[in-house]
């Protein structure tokens, strides 16, 4: 079993939680992109999907599920994205593929988050992956030398504009042993969009594709 394998029968779990009608949110990465595959197999079921990035959008498109905006849907029954890393509490770390943002947006106006994951993303604390942070381009060196002072150590990502048109801090080394509060922490720092903790709205479900089948925690 290949982690893709693993991915792509955590995306398919999650088709369980899509109802009838409504608008569904769909996120970003290789997971979410399995988790679309599986979608269009039922896409009759849905009105639509609101996208997390322009990458998303494309693939939704492509099998004819319709993208809506989500200023006009009010707020969304379900929520399916990927994680870089997970905790048993839900905690996650997301950003990898650089769509934090809308993913937080996204994920903040659904009443139900399912986040799917292969095995290798569960951690016991999270940090080993970089903690991914969304920044205003003028704000790049000021938002580096605050994220230093916290003991973190900030690498710009070369060569990647988001899709709102920011630059990615990914910070090595920070200590995360209490993500809400770090979560608060970087979000008071000027010209910070936003960080790729989801601690405050962590997920509701995490269903992990394992070598020995799909385990989900609650
Ligand atoms: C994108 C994300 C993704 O969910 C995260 O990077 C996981 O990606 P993958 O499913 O490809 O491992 O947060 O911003």
Request: glycine letters at 12%.
């Amino acid at each position: 079993m290949t982690q893709d394998d693993m991915k792509k029968a955590a995306a398919q779990a999650a088709l369980e939680y899509v109802g009838s009608g409504g608008v569904i949110g769909v996120g970003t990465g290789s997971t979410a992109n399995y988790f679309i595959d599986a979608l269009a197999t039922i896409k009759g079921r849905i009105d639509g999907a609101v996208a997390s990035s322009n990458a998303t959008a494309e693939r939704l498109k492509k099998y004819g599920i319709p993208v809506v905006d989500l200023n006009a849907t009010g707020s969304l029954k379900l929520y399916v994205d990927g994680a870089d890393e997970a905790t048993r509490h839900l905690h996650l770390i997301k950003g990898g593929g650089g769509a934090l943002t809308r993913e937080k947006i996204i994920a903040a106006a659904s009443e139900t988050f399912v986040c799917v994951a292969d095995e290798t993303k569960l951690a016991d604390v999270l940090g080993k992956f970089p903690l991914p942070i969304e920044v205003i381009p003028m704000a790049r060196s000021y938002v580096a030398r605050e994220i230093v002072k916290l003991g973190g150590e900030p690498v710009l990502r070369q060569g990647f504009t988001t899709d709102n048109g920011n630059v990615i801090l990914d910070v090595y080394n920070l200590n995360i042993l209490n993500p809400v509060e770090l979560e608060r922490t970087l979000n008071q720092i000027a010209g910070a969009v936003t960080n790729g903790l989801f601690a405050h709205r962590p997920a509701d479900v995490l269903i992990l594709g394992t070598k020995t089948g799909v385990q989900t925690l609650k």
